[in-house]
């Protein structure tokens, strides 16, 4: 089974920085796409970022472009989010997911997904 392990959230202070790691096994396939989602309390799940792993183009959701960073290492199935100069809004679960194939844009949103992984939360104090 293809399961999704997030980690690396914490509490941060406003203009802090965290990355978040999401490792991925039980893979049979070796082109996916890998997003990240987020819920903060009292709203619905919103898209972040997400990234092919066979040619590691990315998408970022406007909210979080030019502050957040994704990568991929191929070699340990793991995508990284780069989270820089964080907001108090920023506050959120944030969960990882996957579909195979698909693209880092037009695959980037929560029904495009098909494996979710158990979330990490991410504090930033203000």
């Known amino acids: 089974d293809v399961q999704l392990q997030a980690s690396g959230g914490g509490l941060v202070q406003a203009g802090g920085s965290l990355r978040l790691s999401c490792e991925a096994s039980?893979?049979?396939?070796?082109?996916?796409?890998i997003g990240w989602f987020r819920q903060a309390p009292g709203k619905e799940r919103e898209g972040v970022s997400c990234i092919r792993m066979s040619d590691g183009s990315a998408y970022y959701y406007r909210s979080v472009k030019g502050r957040f960073a994704i990568s991929s290492d191929n070699a340990k199935n793991t995508v990284y989010l780069q989270m820089n100069s964080l907001r108090a809004e920023d506050t959120a679960i944030y969960y990882c997911?996957?579909?195979?194939?698909?693209?880092?844009?037009?695959?980037?949103?929560?029904?495009?997904?098909?494996?979710w992984g158990k979330g990490t939360q991410v504090t930033v104090s203000s």
């Open positions: 997911a996957l579909r195979p194939k698909g693209s880092s844009q037009y695959s980037c949103y929560e029904t495009g997904m098909d494996y």
């Open positions: 039980g893979l049979w396939f070796d082109d996916y796409v």
